[in-house]
């Protein structure tokens, strides 16, 4: 049996986590336009001239992409936080009565699922465009995020 403060403790600090960094993705936003826009226009990949030149066909020069991108990950990104908190206020619930655990442990599950999702969107999204020829840091960020994530479905599943 897990202690009663592990699993909603898990829980709040992806959610203080992503909920950080929600607010960071509003607050500065040119940082992230041009990460985006890097990514989308494999503008690294084309100034390179040598790594990644077969991707290239893959690039979207669509204007403002990386804008609409940004809050569509943003709403994604409020979605999953409100479902986190949500998931840490039932597990709390739960550890005082007894019969809120199958509800808290299913909003748990799917939080962590999206949670998890998230991250696989930015690894494949990336790949795709090959920015992990440029820029390695941000998709270990990512792989690292998944790992964590997959260690909390498993502490949050402990009975």
Known sequence: MTPFILKPAILAGLALWLSIACANNVVDRKTNRLLLKNMFS???????????????????????????????????????????WTSVVLMILAG????????????????????????????CGGL?????????NVQMFHMLLLIITLLAMILINLQ
């Not at 990949?45 to 403002?64: M, V």
């Not at 509800?103 to 998890?116: H, K, R, Y």
Request: charged share 10%.
């Open 128 to 136: 795709w465009f090959g920015y992990w020829i440029k820029t390695p």
């Open 42 to 84: 494999m503008s690294l990949l084309q100034e390179d001239g040598f790594l990644g030149q077969g991707l290239l066909r893959r690039a979207w020069r669509a204007q403002n992409i990386e804008h609409k991108f940004l809050w569509g990950i943003v709403a994604v990104q409020i979605c999953i936080v409100a479902s986190l």
């Open 96 to 123: 005082e009565n007894p019969s809120y655990g199958i509800v808290a442990l299913t909003v748990s599950n799917w939080s962590l699922l999206a949670f998890m999702g998230l991250w696989f969107f930015f690894l």
